[in-house]
Each structure stands twice: as C-alpha cells, then as structure tokens.
C-alpha cells in the first residue's frame, strides 16, 4: 500500500471500560498493517500518551498525540471534540486542557470550556463531527444554523487549515444519510474533511468483548445494554485498504489524513530532566542565592556548634545539588514541607536515601542528622551515577489533600493529571 491514510481516532487501553484496545497488540497490529503513522486520542486523559509513544518509536511508526475531551455547551449538556497536538507547544496546551478536567475547582464533572479551549488553542488540530458531537446532533435533525454557528465558534479560535469536519462510516443505520449532509455541510462551510474510523478495539471479532468493557463501566448485563453510538461490530483497526474501500469516492478527505499527520511533530526527551522551575521571592538574585541562605539559616537552628566537619560537608552538597541541575527541586520540596509544617500538618521524619543528605536536613526536609548517624550522602546523590532524587516524605492521612491543593495552587508549573 502507499501509506495513503492514517488513522487519526484511536483509543487506547487507556479510555477505561470504553475500549478493547491493549496497548502492546495496538502497535503490533498498526505495524502488521504496515501503518507508518497513527494518533492516540484517548477519552480525557494522556495517560496512555508515553508509553504509546514510546512503542510507536519502536515499531518505526509516527505517533500523534491527541485526545478527545468533553466541551461544555449551554444548558449543561455535553458533547466531544478532538484534539490533535501539531508540535511540543501544541502538546503543553492540550496538557493544559486535560489538566483543567480535574484540578478546577468545583467543576462538577470531566469537562472542559469554550473560555478554556479558546485560551489553549495554539499549535492544536481540531477535528469536530464524531457520533458524539454537536455539529452531529445538529446535522441528523437538520438543524443547519445551529451547525454553522458551531463552525463559527471554532473558526474564531482555530486557524481554516486546523479545523476538519470529521467523516465515519460503520454501516450503521442512517450512515449514509449523514455522510451526505456532512459532505452538503462542509461545502457550504467552507471546512475540510478527514475520514476516521473511530478505534475503540482491534479486531472486528472483539466487538462483544468491548461490549463486555461497557457492560461494566454502566453496571449492566449484556442483555441490558442499550443500543446507542455502537450497534455494528465495525469500530476496529482497519487497514488501509478497508478505509480506501470504504471511502472510495472521497480521496481528499483520506489524503488529510496524511496531510494532518505529517502535521504534527511532537517529539519528547528523555534523555534530559525536565523540572519546573522555582519563583524566588522579589529582590533574591537567583536560585542558587536562595537556597544557599535557606541552608545556611537553617544549619544555624539544626547545630547549636557548627564544626568544619559541617560546613564541608553543607558546602560539597549544596556544589554538588547545583551542578546536577537539582537546585529547583529541592526548593519545591522544602516549600510544600515547609507548608505542611508552618500548619501544623503531621510530616514523617524522611525516609530512604534522602535520610543521608544533610542540606535536607538544615531544609527540615527531613529530621534525621546524617552526621550523627555517619549516612553518606553518595547514596542520595551522586554525581558519577545521575538519576532523580527521590525523597520519601509522609504527611498526615487525614491533611495531606491540604498540601497537594498547596502545590496545585502555589506552584502552576507543576503538572496534575489526577488518575
């Protein structure tokens, strides 16, 4: 095949109890099927986004990360859209979106809203028109204006080329109908079309097990379940060929797909640390000046004698801290420990390596004095085996909740996506 389409709907393992789609037979099979590229657009969450695209590199195909999320419309009702990230500012933004679903105060479910996504647009593809979607609502009852005013809302947050009218056909009732309106409709407003085919498993054979998944998400039998967006067993992996059968006659909307994919590069590190940074307060030079003074004040409440052998050993780890690019880190931790303590929340002495370092110590990061006790902090940090520090710290049961809504609140570069 010429790799002429890419599927740009797919959900993964990730979409819990909506989907029959295990991530590791996902990949085998798009490369069985001799994919070079496919999207992740699991419902809103990224859960499964790194280790989807880990596999994907593997297995020599492009991975595209997107999701599906619920957009909040008047009168309190709901419908999905899909968002696909066209480079690494287009991924933050999406993270920003998907964070938003549950770290907002008083939202009442897993939402997002046109103020939100007008906000975080940027360097993001919008593909709109799923069986969940309002433009579909509109559509199936003829209600055309409403539709357009849809278009519009989109049009003024989305540049004319990153909004696609999306185009499904699963041999289900009236499929065909609505093919046809939506092809009338993205005429007449001026708006592209891509073809889908909304993954939820891998095999058409699957499809009872997928029901089983659904089963349990509602808490129903199988003779219970009602007919609703899935009543043919075609929502699975199909291979090129399938789709360019299926959609013989509309070889524009299948090319965008290809278009849309060599569109979105997204590329992550990992051979780097990619840390939030500290805000130090006003009138503090930088970082390193003001951990430096935390140190130091705090080493003066921690020893009544400060000895040589102390100021060493506080000078050779705070040198060592900053060279390893871990000054931030240890900023943040001692803010929301400090926190925690300032109101009286219950914190646990530290336990672990992070026990033998003595600047978090005079932090009060933790309790325990690695110069009494002879601990070598080389097992905390070293700088000839470089990986993350990990201090293990326990806070009070029944308060933690008011040290993590410190940190949401207090530090906004620090990311939440709540599982």
Not at 63 to 75: A, F, M, S, V
Not at 245 to 272: G, H, W
Not at 305 to 310: A, C, F, K, V
Not at 325 to 348: Q, S
């Amino acid at each position: 095949m010429a790799n002429d389409f890419v599927h740009l709907n797919v959900h993964t393992e990730y979409s819990l109890l909506n989907n029959y789609n295990p991530m590791g037979k996902l990949i085998e099979k798009a490369k069985e099927l001799n994919f070079k590229a496919m999207a992740i657009t699991d419902y809103n969450n990224m859960y499964g986004v790194i280790d989807f695209y880990k596999k994907c590199k593997k297995n020599s195909i492009k991975p595209i990360i997107g999701c599906e999320l619920t957009l909040l419309y008047p009168n309190n009702e709901f419908y999905n859209i899909i968002l696909l990230a066209k480079n690494n500012l287009g991924y933050k933004n999406l993270c920003k979106l998907v964070s938003n679903l549950y770290v907002i105060e008083n939202r009442t479910g897993e939402f997002i809203t046109f103020d939100e996504l007008e906000k975080y647009s940027k360097n993001l593809i919008l593909i709109v028109g799923s069986k969940r979607s309002f433009i579909r609502k509109c559509l199936y009852k003829d209600d055309i204006q409403s539709a357009k005013n849809e278009i519009l809302n989109f049009k003024s947050l989305f540049n004319k080329e990153d909004l696609f009218l999306e185009l499904n056909f699963h041999f289900e009732e009236k499929d065909e109908l609505m093919i046809n309106k939506y092809l009338e409709f993205a005429n007449e407003v001026n708006v592209e079309t891509v073809v889908t085919n909304d993954v939820h498993y891998l095999e058409n054979t699957d499809f009872n097990l997928f029901n089983i998944a659904r089963c349990i998400s509602k808490g129903v039998l199988l003779s219970e379940l009602k007919e609703d967006n899935f009543t043919k067993s075609e929502y699975y992996l199909k291979s090129e060929e399938e789709m360019l059968k299926i959609f013989s006659s509309l070889k524009d909307s299948i090319y965008n797909t290809k278009m849309i994919a060599q569109r979105c590069n997204v590329e992550f590190d990992f051979s780097t640390y990619h840390l939030p940074e500290y805000k130090v307060p006003d009138g503090v030079s930088t970082k390193e000046d003001y951990l430096h003074s935390l140190i130091i004040e705090g080493m003066k409440n921690r020893y009544e004698n400060i000895t040589d052998e102390i100021k060493k050993r506080v000078n050779y780890e705070f040198s060592i801290i900053n060279k390893m690019g871990f000054t931030d880190y240890f900023l943040i931790v001692w803010d929301f420990v400090n926190f925690a303590k300032k109101n009286k929340i219950p914190v646990g002495p530290g336990r672990g390596s992070g026990a033998n370092s003595i600047v978090a110590y005079c932090l009060e990061i933790t309790d325990i004095d690695p110069i009494e006790y002879d601990l070598i902090f080389e097992r905390f940090l070293n700088p000839e085996r470089i990986s993350m520090p990990d201090f293990d710290i326990d806070f009070c049961n029944e308060r933690r909740e008011e040290v993590i809504d410190y940190v949401i609140k207090n530090m906004e570069k620090i990311m939440f996506l709540k599982l």
